[in-house]
């Protein structure tokens, strides 16, 4: 007789949900990757052990929220700022452990001189960039990192690059500044990516505490919404279009 | 008492310098002092000056229409501050560059060639405490045991090995000073 | 023995805000107000008090970096001019829409644009009005000597966590550049985490397992839930109102005439009111301390007694029109004032007084 009451024991428990993510639903939609960047970060603190001591910055757009999802403290930046914020919270409490949440709209657009800066300065901080290559917040507008040819709601025809320039690739950029110590660019759509994101995250945040300087972490995801592509579909397109242009790997370990 | 002062030069003569230890000499002989400067595009040289008001009360305003004292080291301040001297005022001035000396009537006038004096003691750094030197025989608003204190207050502690030259500069600026004419 | 120094407004700042026990500057230079963070860079208080100094890549940074320590209980603090605190308003909405308490000081050009470095009292409407967007308030206090620029500064850090709201030292060229004596007060240490955590419960120092996380936002997408924190917020720009008006006055017992002036036109001023009462005019000055709250009822209280009011700033009249308002129309009220960078003589007033308000 399979009681399930008999299955369910300490000794059989092989994964359970980590207790710094919390029971609200998740404002994201259906086949977005933040979901699963706030759970491996979830993890990353609760197995290093540093729920207590670490304070997140959320930014603007799809993640403005971020701070409903995680069990730490957290303060919300205006749009582009989160850097700056980090930068005073890592300088005011150096024992802590801090992170900022960003899309390419917040880090690589409007928030660009502050995420420069504090990479240049090398702020003890490790910044977690979203790049979906699209403002998603608010329906879809061109982003920094929008590719060539691709539409969205502000280039309806495509971004055209004679008019509104190269998509940024901001990791390689903050990759030369000699604040940074590690600048990796992973992915979350395959389980294999989902651990080597992890193994990254992890990374940034023991860099941290050996004071090694900025840690950036850059997740090229999805935005089935905005992309209007079904999740699937979105993972597909996006390995076909993005990876090129934004190839995955560490561009810079120290 | 109250000594309402404008100091009006050139950049680079220490005209706020010397705004500075004037009012520091104030402050260690117990008054109430106020130091404003015209700091403008004046600071990457131009003209310069500083408003130095010393007095036994309260001070009110430290922008001011008219001086007791004006204290004019070059022809442009000669030109702007001369008509704003309180009638029965003092004017000191130094003939270096003057080409319109200055004419009122109804004021004391007073000329202390510093420049020169600076010249001949081979120490031009020390010309704004020669012109200081010769405010001071004319207004001994403060004493000078107050003014060397404020020369150690106002000047960093690498330079004060510089102070005994500018205590002589003082004196010798005393004795320099000449009166013009006298109002009538 | 107390300790008399001279020492320019802009240093006075920096210097008091060190033995406040203050935990971080994060500045822009601007000129007349770069002797601040000067200062406090030549005093390296990090190796002293711990205090943090940190310059900036730009004001929209200084305002941000005060923001992430205010969240998190610290005693922070900017300051800047006129340019640089237009570019500080986005971070000033947020903080106050965040209940952030932190000390902004601007040290007030000529504008507008780019302007003039001379010293000028026109930022009082982006003041006291706004300047960034919603309905919120910034606490503002108005020195007129460099002794109150280094009192202000705790006084300033007192109200802000009090009522949890960022404060402004409006303050101008004169007062930052002109040097007067000070008397500092003594070294207070800065406060601890444990105090932080046991009298400021909100700040973001890290999740404790006996409380649920903090989180410091101004975004609330429910209207409804929008509009409460609102009616909050409102609720507390009325108790600011009620306790925490500051007003001088001098000379008003016997005026027939009063001047309304602030910072450094009420010390010019005051020179004024000395030249018009030797010529018998009998006139006196009321000086808002807090331009908000504004003394608003000791205005109306002087209204019912003098003939007429002229409100003194170097602006083309702000000010002017918050003493109207408070008088609601029971006495006629003037402004004089030189603006874009000049600064009116105590003469000049006197002629104001007399054409605006006696002659007319």
Known sequence: MSDINTIIKPENLIYKRTDVLSDNDLSYCPGC?????????????????????????????????AYNYLEIDWQQAAHGRAPALATAVKRLM??????????????????????????????????????????????????????????????????????DGEPIKISEILAQLPGTCYVTRQSVHTAANVRKSKKALRKAFENQQANKG????????????????TPIKSNEWMEENMFPYYPLGDIKNQ | MKEEIIIAGFGGQGVLSMGKILA???????????????????????????????????ISSPILHEYDTAIILNQQSMDKFEKDVKPGGTLIYDGNGITRHPERTDINIYRVD?????????????????????????KPVVEMENVV??????????????????????TRGGEVIKEVSMVK | MRELKLMKGNEAIAEAAIRAGVDGYFGYPITPQSEVMETLMAEKPWETTGMVVLQAESETASINMVYGGAGCGKRVMTSSSSPGVSLMQEGLTYLAGAELPCVVVNVVRGGPGLGTIQPAQSDYFQTVKGGGHGDYKLITLAPA????????????????????NPVMILSDGVIGQMMEKVELNEQKPRWTEDYINENYPWATTGKKANRAKNIITSVQLEASVQEEFNHKLQAKYRSVEENEVRFEEVMCDDAEYLIVAYGSSARICQKSIEIARAKGIKVGMLRPITLYPFPTEQLMKR??????????EMSAGQMVEDVKLAVECSVPVEHFGRFGGSVHSPGEVVEALEQKLIGG
């Open chain 1, 33 to 65: 990757g933040h979901g699963t960047v706030h759970k491996l970060i979830a993890e990353v603190i609760e197995e290093m052990g540093i729920q207590d001591t670490t304070i997140g910055i959320a930014p603007v757009g799809c993640s403005v929220l």
């Open chain 1, 94 to 163: 150096p024992e802590k452990n801090v992170f900022s949440y960003q899309g390419d709209g917040d880090l690589a657009a409007i928030g660009t001189a502050e995420t420069i800066h504090a990479c240049n300065r090398g702020e003890n901080i490790v910044m977690i960039f979203i790049n979906n290559g699209i403002y998603g917040m608010t329906g879809g507008q061109m982003a920094p990192t929008t590719l060539p040819g691709m539409a969205a709601s502000t280039c309806p025809h495509g971004r055209d690059v004679s008019h």
């Open chain 1, 214 to 229: 900025t840690s950036l972490v850059e997740i090229v995801s999805n935005c089935n919404s905005g992309w209007k592509m």
């Open chain 2, 24 to 58: 520091y000499s104030g402050v260690m002989q117990d008054m109430e002092v106020s130091w404003m400067p015209a700091y403008g595009p004046e600071m990457r040289g131009g003209t310069a000056n500083v408003t130095v008001i010393l007095s036994d009360e309260r």
């Open chain 2, 114 to 138: 510093a420049t020169a004096e600076a010249a001949r003691m081979h120490a031009v750094k020390t010309f704004n405490m020669i012109v200081l030197g010769g405010y001071l025989q004319v």
């Open chain 2, 149 to 170: 204190a404020g020369l150690k207050k106002s000047l960093p502690e690498r330079h004060h090995h510089l102070i005994p030259m500018n205590e002589k500069a003082i």
């Open chain 3, 145 to 164: 000597s460099v002794q109150e620029m280094a009192d202000f500064v705790e006084l300033s850090f007192d109200l802000a966590f009090k009522y949890r």
């Open chain 3, 303 to 312: 209204a019912k007694q003098v003939k007429g009011m002229l409100s003194v």
